[in-house]
């Protein structure tokens, strides 16, 4: 069975960075690439940006391209991002979400629970 | 980026009732869309992919269509646990989601 946990949520004044882990099980972790998605209160969802797993490459949304890392610890099977340059409007849910591909873009067949970080002075 | 609108952006509906979803891309992107389900507080949940293509366990009241531009989401017999919000999302070039369509049961 497939599982995707994500850790807590988190506080962080403007300016700081927050790193979001997503813990994965249940599967083989270098055959699906990992993508992470943000979803701010009452909108809709967001892409980030995705990491190969097997290679470590990674392609990021061009809004967030500088501020944005995502890595993975194969031997973890632990995928993460981190966030930098943190402004109240970055204050949402973040989802890790696995796709049934290697590499690229698909759909999400897999989502980990959310991480909620607030941006608050 | 394609753009992906989504309508109506909220509807309310019976028990029993048929509900379609429309969501129209800004280019066309074959059949490379999804359906999703969001509850509030939760992730949301595959239903479709490939336009038409019904997720494992997922009832089989729920129904997708279209191809190039223009798609829907069918629920043939409104239930109560389908109260939620719904989300397309177009895969054809990068990633991008529909603004979202909340479904209330009268």
């Known amino acids: 069975q497939v599982h995707l946990v994500q850790s807590g949520a988190e506080v962080k004044k403007p300016g700081a960075s927050v790193k979001i882990s997503c813990k994965t099980s249940?599967?083989?972790?270098?055959?699906?690439?990992m993508h992470w998605v943000r979803q701010a209160p009452g909108q809709s969802l967001e892409r980030m940006g995705w990491?190969?797993?097997?290679?470590?490459?990674?392609e990021y949304s061009q809004k967030f391209q500088g501020r944005v890392t995502i890595t993975r610890d194969t031997s973890a099977t632990t995928v993460y991002m981190e966030l930098s340059g943190l402004r109240s409007e970055d204050t949402a849910v973040y989802y890790c979400?696995?796709?049934?591909?290697?590499?690229?873009?698909?759909?999400?067949?897999?989502w980990g629970q959310g991480t909620l970080v607030t941006v608050s002075s | 980026d394609i753009q992906m609108t989504q309508s109506p952006s909220s509807l309310s509906a019976s028990i029993g009732d048929r509900v379609s979803i429309t969501c129209r891309a800004s280019?066309?992107?074959?059949?490379?869309l999804a359906w999703y389900q969001q509850k509030p507080g939760k992730a949301p949940k595959l239903l479709i992919y490939?336009?038409?293509s019904l997720q494992s366990g997922v009832p089989s009241r729920f129904s997708g269509s279209g191809s190039g531009r223009e798609f829907t989401l069918t629920i043939s017999s409104l239930q109560p646990d389908d109260s939620a919000t719904y989300y397309c999302?177009?895969?054809?070039?990068?990633?991008?989601f529909g603004q979202g369509t909340k479904l209330e049961i009268k």
């Open positions: 979400a696995r796709v049934p591909l290697k590499w690229g873009f698909s759909y999400f067949d897999h």
């Open positions: 249940g599967y083989t972790f270098s055959s699906h690439a």
């Open positions: 990491i190969n797993t097997v290679n470590g490459n990674t």
């Open positions: 280019q066309s992107i074959s059949s490379w």
């Open positions: 490939t336009a038409s």
């Open positions: 999302q177009q895969y054809d070039s990068y990633s991008t």
